[in-house]
């Protein structure tokens, strides 16, 4: 399809003064505990744009919860309970070339490739399964204590979120915590809900639940480093006989530096290039921050 451009392009002004006015009502209007929306600080953390460079089929059945390609195949995990899937899925035709069932108690989430194996995690069951990369056969899983939401890897340790504002650097051969960190806004309000991961180029991105924000993270400091509001690929979205639900699903192709992204339930799969030139946007989407210690809602 056409290339579009999104996000970039608008200057502060007008535009920004009102929709910064239509912030500070919804403050005043929607003050719920330990939620803070707050205005854009473009000249603090910059919003990159995104350039569309192909939209692809994607199964509208599947709740996306993890994401990653690798040599023109996408791996796919999908939640709910009855209906959580690992999958292998073709790129331009959407189609899903094997899949297996969790059990059906299982919520599955987060998906990563580590060497020749896939790490999937559960929701709530506190189970991390592994399974070979090319047959799907279950090799092994781990246990742990938190809720699972999102996980990526950085080429030595697991990177996992809980959808709290606390990203964990596990071993990968026994998930044993390494180390973990506190993503943070300049002005040091946590960033909570991180959803899916994705490992870009040194940066850790993650979706921010319910909305249609991506956040990028230093893994070393879990300082914001940027923000890509992907809210504008909802105008490329058809219409779909299910509800479509929020943006989930971050993948890297790093041969061609594209990303793919798409969301639960969502008919399209986006392949997309990020621009470099920064927009001061104000996002579709606001940012949700709290104060440090606060729980994270139900994913
Ligand atoms: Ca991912």
């Given at each position: 399809m056409k290339p579009q451009a999104g996000g970039a392009g608008s200057r502060p002004g007008v535009n920004g003064r009102f929709a910064a006015t239509l912030v500070v009502l919804f403050v005043l209007f929607f003050p719920f505990a330990s939620i803070a929306e707050e205005p854009v600080e473009p000249d603090r953390e910059p919003f990159y744009g995104y350039r569309i460079v192909n939209a692809y089929p994607h199964d509208p059945e599947a709740f996306t919860q993890g994401l990653v390609y690798e040599d023109g195949l996408l791996f796919e995990s999908t939640g709910l309970e009855g209906r959580s899937t690992i999958r292998r899925v073709a790129v331009r035709t959407g189609q899903v070339l094997q899949a297996l069932d969790l059990p059906a108690d299982c919520f599955g989430e987060g998906l990563t490739l580590w060497r020749d194996s896939l790490v999937q995690l559960t929701w709530k069951s506190g189970i991390a399964f592994v399974y070979t990369k090319d047959s799907f056969i279950r090799s092994k899983q781990f246990a742990y204590q938190t809720?699972?939401?999102?996980?990526?890897?950085?080429?030595?340790?697991?990177?996992?979120?809980?959808?709290?504002?606390?990203?964990?650097?596990?071993?990968?051969e026994t998930f044993a915590e390494i180390r973990r960190i506190e993503v943070r806004r300049r002005n040091g309000a946590s960033v909570r809900l991180l959803?899916?991961?994705?490992?870009?180029?040194?940066?850790?991105?993650?979706?921010?639940?319910?909305?249609d924000l991506i956040v990028r993270i230093s893994p070393k400091t879990g300082e914001v480093l940027g923000w890509i509001d992907l809210g504008g690929l909802r105008d490329s979205l058809p219409a779909s006989p299910q509800r479509i639900d929020v943006l989930n699903g971050i993948a890297y192709d790093?041969?061609?530096?594209?990303?793919?992204?798409?969301?639960?339930?969502w008919p399209r799969l986006f392949e997309i290039e990020l621009d470099s030139t920064v927009s001061s946007n104000v996002p579709r989407s606001p940012i949700q921050t709290q104060a440090h210690g606060s729980s994270p809602l139900m994913n």
């Open positions: 809720e699972g939401w999102g996980i990526t890897q950085d080429g030595a340790a697991l990177i996992m979120s809980d959808g709290g504002s606390e990203l964990r650097f596990l071993a990968p959803n899916e991961l994705e490992y870009i180029k040194g940066e850790i991105f993650a979706n921010i639940w319910h909305s790093a041969a061609h530096d594209h990303i793919f992204v798409t969301g639960k339930l």
